[in-house]
C-alpha cells in the first residue's frame, strides 16, 4: 500500500508497505527495523516474533519515545509482559498490532508531532 501524506523531510515517514518490505522516506527496507520521527534503526536484530527478547525492546526505550507500536508481522502476537517491562517501567505506551496496521498508525501519530517510535517485525509468516 502506498501512502499520500504532506511530509517533512527532516523527518522519517513511512511512504508505502507490503509483505516482507517497508519504504521509510526513499528507502526499502527488507528486515526488521524501528523507525521515529527523527531515527531510523537498521540494525534492530529480532526478525520473527519468536526472536524477541527483553533486550530489544530496552533498545527501542533507549530512544526515549512516549508510545511503542510494535508491528508482529502479518497478524498481530502479544509479546510476554516481562518483554516489555522496560518500555513500562519508563512510562511508556506500548500498542501491539500488525505490521501494517503500526504502518498506518505510525504516520498519524508522527505528524501529530508526538514521539512515537515504530518497532516494525517485516517477516512473511
Known amino acids: 500500500m502506498r501512502f499520500s501524506l504532506d511530509t517533512d523531510a527532516n523527518r522519517y515517514s513511512i511512504r508505502s508497505y507490503g509483505p516482507g518490505w517497508i519504504t521509510v522516506n526513499e528507502q526499502e527496507i527488507r528486515h526488521s527495523v524501528i523507525v521515529t520521527p527523527a531515527q531510523l534503526v537498521l540494525d534492530w536484530e529480532p526478525q520473527a516474533f519468536t526472536d524477541l ?3 530489544h525492546f530496552e533498545k527501542i526505550a533507549g530512544l526515549e519515545p512516549e508510545i511503542v507500536l510494535l508491528g508482529t508481522g502479518s497478524r498481530q502476537q502479544f509479546p510476554h509482559p516481562r518483554l516489555t517491562q522496560a518500555l513500562l517501567a519508563h ?12 504502518c498506518r498508525t505510525y504516520n498519524v501519530i508522527m505528524l501529530e508531532g508526538r514521539r512515537v517510535a515504530a518497532a516494525l517485525l517485516l517477516s512473511v509468516d
Open 53 to 55: 527478547v527483553e533486550m
Open 91 to 102: 512510562g511508556i505506551g506500548v500498542e501491539v498490532m500488525d505490521t501494517a496496521a503500526a
